[in-house]
């Protein structure tokens, strides 16, 4: 009888562990079949558009977290190897430019924004009252640091600083607030918090400015925080911080900082021919350094001086005003150089069957993540591919519409690439590995996100009738 039962429980239950087995490897082919039925029907713009919902969500939860102060923006939450739980004015200031511009993007936008674009206020509120606690610790640099703790308390570790970019790029995006302020009738926030016309100041943008027009000559250190020197990603969005702040000084009837602003940002604009090197045939990173500049000067490895940080400067930096349009011969042939360089370099552009090409920072990277162990493709340089191509067809739209679909469709070849690295949830980490392509390095990179959502508008600026 005993021996029954038992004989009877084996059974019932082997049955059951085989039926088990079955459900699992029907629902493990039904989500495969689900897995193709995503890969072949959904086109790259759908992506993009789903991508670009997640996107703005993602940079939200890495914005005013519990542990950190309201409006700090961490670079990802990662603590260590690398650590980039920190508030960096850098990619702060391009997350929340993004924001504001799907915030734009969006105001004819169905019903289902409402509550995105609300919570997108509330973060770039909490940003700027952050920013403005930052502006006032004391760093080691003053307003050109790098970055800074999330409680707002300065950063006094070793680094590449001080890094100039920054301020201007903060002044950027809050420029870009006080212009949203301004056609919603907010005009009282930008005289008391952001731009007060005195002088010295005590307001966020015109503090920025006054360091962007009074230090854009000095080298300070790259956008990827490895060598000191002048360089065109730096120049670039300082000449936007400047012409823009002119603009806005004149608004806020101070019109002769606004004289200084725009002085000072038609020499920027003028120094940037500078970087035009003939004889490589495309724009270079950083100006030769003088022979006798003794010193650390950072890395000395970049030979070819070519860097996807030329295109992100034009990308940042693009005021629309007709100067260095992604149409030009520099900026076409600058674009070309480095898809031949990067799929020469990386295996994993030898694949076949993948769209569009991998594209890293600059050749000579060796920075994993972790260490110098190798270099590898970047997320948010893919997509700075993807969207120059976009921003050179919105250009071409209406004087050559055949060219300007060409150009829509190119752009899509790196969106569709960085698809295919992504995780299947749309997760996108900093880079993704030269050899394997997974996805490598810090996960929820905020900037990827941001470089997301940048690409994406810019995709349908150039499709929009
Ligand atoms: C950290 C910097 O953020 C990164 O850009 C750089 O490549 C590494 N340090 C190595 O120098
Ligand atoms: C390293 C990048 O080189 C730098 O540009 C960035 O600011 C930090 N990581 C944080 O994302």
């Known amino acids: 009888m005993a021996n029954h039962l038992i004989l009877s429980l084996v059974l019932v239950l082997g049955f059951g562990s085989v039926a088990r087995a079955n459900v699992c490897s029907e629902l493990f082919r039904e989500s495969a079949s689900l897995d193709r039925v995503w890969e072949d029907g959904v086109s790259t713009s759908a992506w993009l558009e789903a991508e670009a919902t997640l996107s703005s969500l993602r940079i939200r939860e890495n914005i005013s977290r519990p542990d950190g102060l309201p409006g700090a923006v961490i670079a990802a939450r990662t603590r260590v190897n690398p650590n980039y739980y920190f508030h960096w004015i850098r990619d702060a200031g391009l997350v929340i430019d993004a924001l504001l511009e799907r915030f734009d993007s969006t105001t004819h936008a169905r019903g289902q924004h409402i509550v995105e674009r609300h919570a997108i206020l509330k973060k770039v509120f909490d940003y700027m009252r952050f920013s403005r606690t930052i502006q006032t610790t004391e760093t080691l640099t003053g307003l050109g640091e790098p970055k800074v703790n999330v409680d707002g308390t300065s950063f006094n570790e070793p680094w590449g600083r001080p890094q100039n970019d920054s301020p201007a790029i903060r002044a950027i995006s809050l420029i870009d607030f006080a212009r949203i302020l301004e056609s919603n009738q907010h005009r009282g926030i930008i005289a008391s918090q952001l731009y007060d016309g005195k002088f010295p100041s005590s307001s966020l943008i015109k503090r920025d400015l006054e360091y962007v027009a009074t230090n854009w000559k000095k080298p300070s250190w790259d956008v990827w925080e490895e060598i000191l020197g002048d360089h065109f990603y730096t120049r670039m969005v300082q000449r936007r911080a400047l012409l823009d702040g002119a603009r806005l000084a004149e608004i806020q009837r101070d019109s002769k900082a606004a004289e200084y602003y725009r002085e000072q940002g038609r020499l920027v604009e003028a120094s940037l021919e500078q970087f035009w090197d003939p004889t490589k045939g495309y724009i270079v990173a950083t100006l030769p350094r003088s022979p006798e500049a003794a010193g650390n000067w950072g890395l000395d490895n970049k030979h070819t001086n070519l860097d996807i940080a030329v295109i992100l400067g034009l990308l940042h930096g693009s005021r629309g005003d007709g100067f260095l349009k992604f149409n030009n011969s520099r900026v076409m042939a600058t674009l070309d150089r480095l898809q031949k360089t990067f799929t020469e370099i990386y295996p994993i552009n030898h694949r076949r069957g993948i769209p569009g090409i991998a594209i890293g920072r600059y050749p000579e990277d060796a920075f994993s993540g972790a260490d110098r162990s190798g270099g590898n493709p970047w997320v948010l340089a893919t997509l700075a591919m993807g969207e120059a191509y976009y921003r050179a067809a919105r250009e071409m739209k209406a004087e050559n519409p055949r060219r300007a679909a060409d150009l829509v469709a190119k752009g899509d070849s790196f969106i569709a690439r960085v ?47």
């Open 419 to 465: 698809r295919y690295h992504a995780h299947r949830d749309g997760s996108l980490n900093e880079q993704f590995h030269r050899a394997s392509g997974f996805m490598h390095s810090v996960e929820d990179l905020t900037w990827s996100y941001a470089a997301l959502l940048t690409a994406h508008n810019a995709r349908q600026l150039a499709v929009e009738p």
